[in-house]
C-alpha cells in the first residue's frame, strides 16, 4: 500500500513527469535561439505570436504563483519565460524592431509583473486575465502555424523547440489533473498540445534540406 498504491502510483508518475517536464524546459527554447542565432534570420516564425505566447506564459506564472499551487506543477515557466525573453530579443534584432518604443514597452512589462508578483496589483486581475491566456496561446501559435504555411519555408523554425512544446503541453494535462483539477489550465493545455503538435507537422513538412 502506500506509495505503492493505485492513488499512490499516480501522483508518482505525476512526480516523475513533472521533474521530465521541469528538465525538457531547461532547453526548449534553446535550439529555436540557436537557429535564429546561426542563420541571422526570424524568417518563419511570427513576432506578434511570440509576444502573444510571452503574455501568456507570465499571466500562467503568476496565476500559480499567487494561487499557491505546488510548485513542481508550473516550475516550467519560469524557465520558459527566461529563454522566451532571449528569443524575443534576437527575433526584434533580427527583424530590426529593436528601438526607444520596444524597450519602453519592456520597462512596462517589468513594472506590471513585479506588481502582481508582490500583490501590489491584485491577484484578481489575474482571476480575470487566465481565461484569455487559452484563445491567446492559442492564437499564437496559430499565427506561428500561418507563418510558416504562408512563406513554405520553416528553416529558422526549430522542430525539437516544438517538439518539447508538444509533449511539455501534453504531460502537464496529466499532472494538473492530479494537483488542482484546473479546468482552465486543462483547457489551455489541451489545446496547446493540439497546436504545438500541428506546428511541429507543418515545421517538418516545409523544413528544406540543408546544403552541402
Known amino acids: 500500500m502506500g506509495l505503492l498504491d493505485e492513488s499512490g502510483l499516480l501522483y508518482v508518475i505525476a512526480d516523475v513527469l513533472s521533474i521530465v517536464t521541469i528538465a525538457s524546459c531547461l532547453v526548449s527554447k534553446v535550439p529555436q535561439i540557436q537557429t535564429v542565432r546561426q542563420l541571422q534570420s526570424a524568417k518563419g516564425l511570427s513576432v506578434t505570436g511570440l ?3 510571452l503574455c501568456s506564459y507570465t ?3 503568476l496565476y500559480n504563483y499567487t494561487n499557491g499551487y ?5 516550475l516550467e515557466y519560469p524557465i520558459l519565460l527566461v529563454q522566451e525573453y532571449v528569443l524575443v530579443y534576437y527575433v526584434l534584432h533580427h527583424e530590426s524592431m529593436l528601438g526607444k518604443r520596444a524597450y519602453q514597452w519592456a520597462a512596462g512589462y517589468v513594472v506590471v509583473f513585479i506588481g502582481f508578483a ?7 486581475i489575474l482571476l480575470m486575465l487566465v ?10 501559435k496559430v499565427m506561428q502555424l500561418n507563418a510558416i504555411l ?9 522542430l525539437i523547440t516544438w517538439g ?10 496529466y499532472t494538473i489533473m492530479l494537483d488542482s483539477g484546473d479546468k482552465m489550465l486543462l483547457a489551455n493545455f489541451g489545446i496547446s498540445t493540439v497546436l504545438s503538435s500541428s506546428v511541429l507537422l507543418a515545421a517538418w513538412y516545409y523544413k ?3 546544403k552541402d
Open 164 to 173: 518539447i512544446s508538444a509533449f511539455t503541453n501534453a504531460t502537464r494535462i
Open 118 to 124: 508582490t500583490a501590489i496589483i491584485p491577484s484578481s
Open 150 to 158: 504562408r512563406s513554405k519555408d520553416s528553416e529558422s523554425v526549430s
Open 208 to 210: 528544406k534540406p540543408k
Open 131 to 140: 481565461p484569455f491566456t487559452t484563445p491567446v496561446g492559442a492564437t499564437s
Open 70 to 74: 505546488a510548485f513542481l506543477s508550473y
Open 59 to 61: 499571466v500562467t506564472m
Open 51 to 53: 509576444l502573444m505566447e
